[in-house]
């Protein structure tokens, strides 16, 4: 085991979504707990969500001018070549001035200049998967990395098998026990405390059809006497909360973006949601009945993948995203009107919990510090 008092210097890079960056955050912060001496750097992509929302957890970042390579032919990917090459230079520089023990990779482009650096001088990385299928930037910098931290079996098809870790995915903190934050969730939300609570998540940045579902549900949402809790994210934020005002609904509450996503999950009684990673995983320290719409816009479909591991295990139901604007309010029915499924969900969601992910990450990292 390292010295617990030597100042260590450790960079974290990746992001794009908060499926990168919540996950990155909670290892810094598990960093930081046992190590307070320590420096942080985060490696983020200029104008992406990882440049507000880590200051915002109290930590510095950079950020590279790296941009993603369309999948379609676009003006843009011409350029990708010179901004993947400004940011190889700016990543090398960074590195020069901070001088880390060790690289973290979290996924998402922006890690791959930082890392492919660190790795030709020697660093030492540690690449945290969150999903069943590897990202493109993580089996990339796999031949190099010293150590991957998993949250998914079958993860030797894209790394080595002799270096993968089942840590699970790091979560924050905050949602580790929620049992005493009821009623200060109901009363943060202004939520009556006599009619069920519906959460409803579209992932970081929000989700298309299942804003449709709800849509097309909300007044048979309230008629049923159910109040909604909606995050719609920041794209269709305005459209759906202008709808919800002129429908005169008074239970349906329409939110951007949701900070306080402990107490979010404390007021549920149940929730709909984008099966990503960090959702999957967090909804399993939670331990509530979950209606999974998977998005069917990501590479090899994984959020199926992640859905199908909690309905294989009867620990969650799936709602086909092409079947959820008709389907949906049939799904929930199903699932309200059948207090021991809920039970059974909420029970078995929670066996597939690793709430010890961050420390044991932290462990690999000083390992390989070591
Ligand atoms: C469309 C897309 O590319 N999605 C990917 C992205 O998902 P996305 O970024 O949506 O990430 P996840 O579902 O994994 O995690 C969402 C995170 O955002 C937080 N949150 C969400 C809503 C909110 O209002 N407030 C809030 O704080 C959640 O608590 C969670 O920590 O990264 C994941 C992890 O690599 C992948 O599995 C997803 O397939």
Not at 292 to 309: G, I
């Amino acid at each position: 085991m390292i010295k617990e008092k030597n100042t260590y210097r450790i960079m974290i890079s990746g992001g794009g979504t908060g499926g990168h960056i919540y996950p990155a955050i909670a290892i810094a912060h598990a960093w930081m707990e046992k190590h307070p001496e320590s420096e942080i750097l985060f490696v983020g992509a200029e104008g992406k969500m990882e440049m507000q929302k880590v200051p915002e957890a109290g930590y510095a970042i950079e950020g590279l001018p790296v941009a993603g390579l369309q999948r379609r032919l676009t003006l843009e990917n011409l350029s990708f070549p010179f901004k993947l090459w400004d940011s190889i230079n700016k990543a090398r520089k960074l590195i020069k001035r901070f001088q880390p023990h060790a690289v973290v990779g979290v996924g998402g482009y922006a890690s791959g200049p930082l890392l492919y650096v660190a790795q030709r001088k020697a660093i030492p990385t540690l690449i945290q998967e969150q999903n069943s299928y590897a990202g493109l930037t993580n089996k990339l910098l796999a031949k190099k990395a010293k150590a991957f931290c998993v949250a998914y079996d079958g993860m030797e098809k894209f790394f080595p098998e002799n270096r993968i870790h089942f840590t699970g995915n790091p979560v924050r903190k905050d949602i580790l026990n929620l049992s005493d934050k009821k009623e200060a969730a109901l009363k943060h939300f202004g939520l009556d405390d006599d009619k069920p609570v519906i959460l409803v998540l579209g992932g970081s940045l929000g989700a298309r059809t299942i804003n449709q579902a709800v849509l097309a549900s909300m007044e048979y949402f309230e008629e049923k006497g159910y109040q909604l809790l909606w995050q719609t994210g920041r794209f269709y934020f305005e459209e759906m909360a202008d709808k919800v005002e002129n429908s005169g609904l008074k239970f349906i509450q329409a939110l951007e973006f949701i900070k306080e996503m402990d107490l979010a999950y404390a007021a549920a009684d149940m929730v709909i949601s984008r099966a990503g990673a960090l959702s999957v995983s967090e909804l399993s320290l939670v331990g509530k009945p979950v209606i999974f719409v998977p998005s069917p816009n990501v590479a090899e479909d994984h959020q199926t993948k992640n859905a199908m591991a909690c309905v294989n295990q009867e620990a969650a139901l799936m709602l086909k995203d092409s079947e959820a604007v008709e389907g949906l309010a049939k799904k929930v029915d199903e699932l309200m009107s059948d207090t021991d499924l809920q039970d059974r969900l909420g029970k078995n969601i929670k066996k597939m919990g690793k709430p010890n992910a961050a420390r044991e990450i932290v462990e690999e990292l000083e390992a390989l510090i070591k």
